[in-house]
């Protein structure tokens, strides 16, 4: 049954996640927005959906492993895993101008995550100033894009783009709720801590959306999307999904995440940093470094649970 509940649970945010981004996205173009807008807002959101509803499930259920380690998890994984492979498959070009403006909230999140992992706790008051500095972003973002040529909107309907993605919602939510239960039986059964699981099995599973819009936009050569989809999400992950739990549930910092895998997201964040500026592009090699680094790092989990 565990197993049934993690299938199950992965197969719907998949599902949901698809959805909520389709729909997410076909109302933005309705709107005309700009696609990096689109790449650092609504994909960025929607795809961290399921991030969101599984911090927050796993903080009410008590497992602050999975809540914690399916954010810092998540960065990781986006990092080093999705961005990786999607600049395998096609270089990633990024803007110098979006950049120094997104790089540098991405970098202030990721120092902002490691102050509240080193107080030992996520409080109420942690979560107020996260989702402050999350709203003061999308601000910022809003008002430098909109001193760029407005995009042409395009001929989507909005009525049913607002209702495929409420379906996602609906998806991600029950999917999350089975993937955490299902993730915390497995973790009792095999004997390992909740927090293990949060950083590999949730992380991923939850990334999934994040991994199918990537690809598929580098595939397609829309790197504005592919590239703005990871520093929008990991921006979303920190402010957005940390400082929600924070505010619902106050959860304490599992200490394995302050010894270890906080600094792992800090390193693959500054190792995004400076493959970014360097040539303003990620090249298939700093891919390939991306992999690799996630390859070794699932590795060392896996052998320390041994």
Partial sequence: MTFVLLGVGLVLLMAGGSLLVKGASDTALALGVSPLM???????????????????????????????????GSNICNVLLILGLAAVLSPIVTSAKSFRRDGLVLGLSALACLGVVLSGQAGRLAGVVLLGALVGYIWWAYRTEKEEPEEMALPVRLPLAVAIAAAGLVLVVLGARWLVQGAVDLASALGVSDTLIGLTIVAVGTS??????????AMRGQHSIAFGNVVGSNIYNVLGILGATALVVPVPIPPEIARFDIWVML????????????????????????????????GWLVAGAM
């Fill in 38 to 72: 689109i790449g650092l807002t609504l994909v960025g959101f929607g795809t961290s959906a399921p991030e969101l509803v599984t911090s927050i499930q796993a903080a009410l259920d008590g497992s602050p492993g999975i809540a914690v380690g399916n954010v810092v």
């Fill in 267 to 298: 390193a693959a964040t500054a190792a995004l940093i400076v493959f970014a500026v360097t040539g303003w592009k990620v090249t298939r090699g700093e891919g390939a470094v991306f992999l690799g680094g996630y390859a070794a790092y699932c």
């Fill in 208 to 217: 999934l959306p994040e991994l199918v819009t990537s690809v598929m936009a």
